[in-house]
């Protein structure tokens, strides 16, 4: 069976500090992969997808970035965070072609000090 | 632009009592609509998923409807218990450059009291 693992569960940074969320899905090639935030009693809101290695496209420009070095594996970064970045954020997959449900990982919560 | 609108945005309940949750969507091309059971601090865990042509899905005690025409959804759930305390979101997805890109509403969190 398909499994999306995300981490850490929950992080404090400072202002200006980087960051480094990571997302690997097991049990499934090939996904499409995204990146979403959600803030305080706000819907979720999509960063980032991915349909392979290396291509990465970005919905809202913004402080953060992406990147897939490998086929399963999906990293948001940051390399100065603002106080605005705190937020919820989750990693999702879906199959190829993307015509199936997305399943999401447990999540980050992200604070900025 | 495509918008995805939920009401109530919070609704308590007892124990034991039924309740509908509302969802209509403003999205171009429509593939289709999901309901979501969001936990606090958790990665949302899907409960349903309609296409085009399905009117009516069930999943246990929940029961979603789609009415593709006036483009409204809803979730009904039966029977309350405490655990369905949780955020539900609906989500409409539409095809977009091969990739299944997903417009979420803001969610109805609901709280149910013994």
């Known amino acids: 069976s398909q499994t999306i693992h995300q981490w850490p569960a929950t992080l404090v940074q400072p202002v200006g500090s980087p960051l480094s969320l990571e997302c690997t899905v097991e049990?499934?090639?090939?996904?499409?992969l995204y990146w979403y935030r959600q803030a305080a009693g706000r819907g979720l809101q999509l960063l980032f997808y991915?349909?392979?290695?290396?291509?990465i496209s970005s919905e809202v420009p913004q402080n953060l970035s992406a990147s897939r070095p490998q086929d399963r594996q999906f990293i948001l970064s940051s390399k100065k965070l603002l106080l605005s970045d705190s937020g919820f954020y989750l990693c999702?997959?879906?199959?190829?072609?993307?015509?199936?449900?997305?399943?999401f990982g447990q999540g980050t919560r992200l604070t900025v000090v | 632009k495509n918008q995805v609108e939920q009401s109530p945005q919070s609704l308590i309940i007892l124990e034991g009592k039924n309740c509908t949750l509302q969802?209509?969507?403003?999205?171009?091309?429509?593939?289709?609509l999901r309901w979501y059971k969001q936990d606090t601090g958790r990665g949302p865990v899907s409960l349903t998923i309609?296409?085009?042509?399905?009117n009516t899905k069930s999943n246990g005690r929940y029961t979603a409807t789609l009415d593709a025409d006036t483009k409204q959804s809803s979730l009904h759930i039966t029977a309350s218990q405490l655990s369905d305390s949780a955020s539900y979101i609906c989500?409409?997805?539409?095809?977009?450059?091969?990739?299944?890109?997903?417009?979420f509403g803001a969610g109805t969190r609901l709280a149910v009291h013994p």
């Open positions: 999702a997959w879906s199959s190829f072609g993307g015509r199936t449900e997305a399943f």
């Open positions: 049990g499934t090639s090939n996904p499409n």
């Open positions: 969802c209509n969507y403003t999205v171009s091309p429509f593939s289709n």
């Open positions: 991915s349909v392979g290695i290396g291509q």
């Open positions: 989500v409409v997805s539409t095809l977009s450059g091969g990739y299944n890109k997903l417009i």
């Open positions: 309609m296409t085009f042509s399905e």
